[in-house]
């Protein structure tokens, strides 16, 4: 006998997601994803000024802050022709590495570690024995017994209380838990830790881009003038703090959320068997060392598996109209040309088309318009994007410090590389990245003060800037990969306004329902067979989902609660 299961919303993500699963002998049976609100940040940016679309863009999520804007001047930079200096592009992978650090922690803490740690397990813990485990993965200073305590005490008072806080309406005591209650207190005493730590590493946009979140970007460059001596620029007070956080930051990986991670990681090994879902990654990558134009300089490779095939990287091509196209069969949203078509995101668009049913929903009307997430499609192909396509791609690219850092965690927890096709895989591999990420950080800033100590202090290329020296007509995209996966946004200019604008996003990729020939994107698919203990209790759908870490306000580019327009913008 099968169940229907609804879980709306699901919480711990950014936006609003409803999950409907079928469940049958324990397991999930069928699956459909749905991003329950709508926006429309392409109709709003239709006609104005290219260059103030990053203002707008940006604006697409609060969480994956900067990545949009970076998307955006990039298309626009591709579209009219500007090559930026070397000291704005050190300064864009700067904040994209903080973004990355700080996204990837506060995830893993915040988002996603309750669906592996019971909080009220913690409890019954040994503080003595919980700091005698702590000190024998890291070496963190704020291990002591004592230390331990009173994160217990703390917890003890909110239970007792019966007013959890943050921690309420949890699953605690579901038998999907497995940790012991100290390496739960571990995990608690350090989602505290991230709390605080997390307001300190954002510093970094707001040397460099005026404030965080959405910190201010610039075609042609950055709008931080670089001046050692000057109170109002980048200079050396300000550098140098720059230095220390960053410093900071990755003592703060390395010491608690690596280790962390290592240390859940074994108990739930069976969860590499789990979420697998599809078989084909891709990754547009990002960190360019020798200009945005130079691929294969990327500290993150561009490129697609297939089949799960790590022998093999195939190309991605943004430029080419028949690789990359959006639909909308099961979206609410309508084409001219009709539901079955694919439509190159250059062509793209945004007729809003909503079928009902009106909220509050019984079930999705699963054989017809169900999501207002759009169907992306690599050749005809569904796609899973995120960390764990970054690693495999640079895993699969040959680059050492990839293959290095996958091979030695596999190694620690005894596991063969088809594990990483999991759950727990997606849910390691943000971590390894993280680590890598802290290195080139590293690498970056130093590179900047060299270049600063050189003389080199140029920061944008105004040649092609003026609107006047732009074509008629011109198209560009800007790709990057955002904390969650492959993003780009695609731009038509004529008579220097913008024409048509499009983004395509991670969790677009990741959530979309089904396309016209029935193909499930990643949530759909990664759900398939998921043991489900209890359904009134579905810790293990949630876990799966969040392994993906879901952005649907990214996802849907002004609604009320029947989904109808509210108003019109008409200033920024």
Do not use: F, Q
């Given at each position: 006998m099968s169940q229907r299961i609804v879980i709306d919303p699901i919480t711990r993500i950014e936006g609003h997601l409803r999950v409907e699963v079928e469940v049958e002998d324990g397991k999930v049976k069928d699956a459909w994803s749905s991003g329950t609100m709508v926006r429309g940040l392409e109709q709003i940016v239709k006609g104005r000024d290219p260059r103030d679309i990053w203002a707008f863009t940006g604006r697409a999520c609060g969480v994956?802050?900067?990545?949009?804007s970076l998307a955006s001047v990039r298309a626009v930079e591709d579209a009219v022709g500007i090559t930026i200096p070397p000291n704005a592009e050190l300064v864009r992978n700067l904040m994209f590495c903080t973004q990355y650090i700080h996204d990837h922690v506060v995830h893993f803490y915040h988002?996603?570690?309750?669906?592996?740690?019971?909080?009220?397990?913690?409890?019954?813990?040994?503080?003595?024995?919980?700091?005698?485990?702590?000190?024998?993965?890291?070496?963190?200073?704020?291990?002591?017994?004592?230390?331990f305590a009173d994160v217990q005490a703390r917890i003890k008072r909110f239970v007792e209380s019966r007013q959890l806080g943050i921690f309420a309406n949890g699953y605690w005591g579901h038998p999907a838990y497995k940790l012991p209650p100290e390496i739960n207190l571990i995990a608690v005493a350090h989602y505290l830790e991230a709390l605080e730590w997390q307001k300190e590493i954002v510093k970094v946009h707001a040397i460099f881009g005026g404030k965080n979140p959405h910190p201010n970007y610039l075609v042609g460059g950055m709008a931080c003038p670089i001046n050692t001596n000057e109170v109002n620029a980048l200079n050396a007070e300000r550098l140098a703090h720059v230095g220390e956080l960053l410093k900071n930051a990755r003592a703060f990986v390395e010491q608690v959320y690596w280790p962390d991670v290592l240390a859940v990681a074994p108990y739930y090994l069976d969860w590499a068997g789990i979420g697998g879902g599809l078989s084909n990654y891709m990754a547009f990558g990002d960190l360019p060392e020798n200009g945005y134009a130079d691929v294969g300089r990327f500290k993150f490779p561009r490129g697609i598996i297939l089949d799960r095939n790590l022998n093999e990287v195939h190309e991605v091509d943004g430029k080419d109209e028949d690789q990359i196209k959006e639909y909308i069969k099961h979206s609410w949203y309508s084409y001219k040309g009709g539901d079955e078509e694919g439509l190159s995101p250059w062509k793209g668009e945004t007729e809003l088309n909503f079928t009902g049913p009106e909220p509050p929903f019984d079930n999705l009307n699963i054989d017809g318009k169900y999501s207002w997430v759009k169907t992306p499609r690599w050749r005809g192909k569904a796609m899973e994007v995120g960390p764990l396509s970054r690693m495999l791609v640079g895993y699969a690219s040959g680059r050492t410090e990839f293959q290095d850092i996958v091979n030695d965690t596999l190694g620690k927890l005894n596991a063969p590389v088809g594990a990483l096709f999991s759950t727990l895989g997606r849910t390691a591999a943000r971590a390894m990245e993280t680590v890598l990420t802290c290195d080139w950080a590293d690498q970056f800033y130093h590179q900047l003060i060299t270049n600063i100590k050189n003389g080199d202090e140029r920061m944008a290329n105004t040649d092609k800037w003026e609107p006047e020296t732009w074509p008629e007509e011109a198209y560009g995209v800007g790709m990057t990969e955002a904390p969650r996966g492959a993003l780009a946004h695609w731009i038509v200019i004529k008579n220097r306004k913008t024409e048509n604008y499009q983004l395509v996003v991670p969790s677009t990729w990741n959530s979309s329902p089904r396309d016209p020939q029935g193909q499930r994107s990643s949530y759909e698919s990664s759900l398939l067979g998921t043991p489900v203990y209890d359904a009134d209790q579905p810790l293990e759908i949630i876990r799966t989902i969040h392994s993906f870490d879901p952005c649907m306000a990214c996802a849907v580019h002004l609604y009320d609660e029947k989904g109808k327009h509210v108003h019109q913008l008409e200033t920024f």
């Open positions: 994956c802050t900067t990545v949009h988002l996603h570690a309750l669906d592996w740690v019971d909080v009220v397990s913690l409890l019954k813990a040994d503080p003595n024995e919980t700091s005698r485990i702590a000190s024998s993965i890291s070496r963190y200073p704020k291990s002591s017994p004592n230390y």
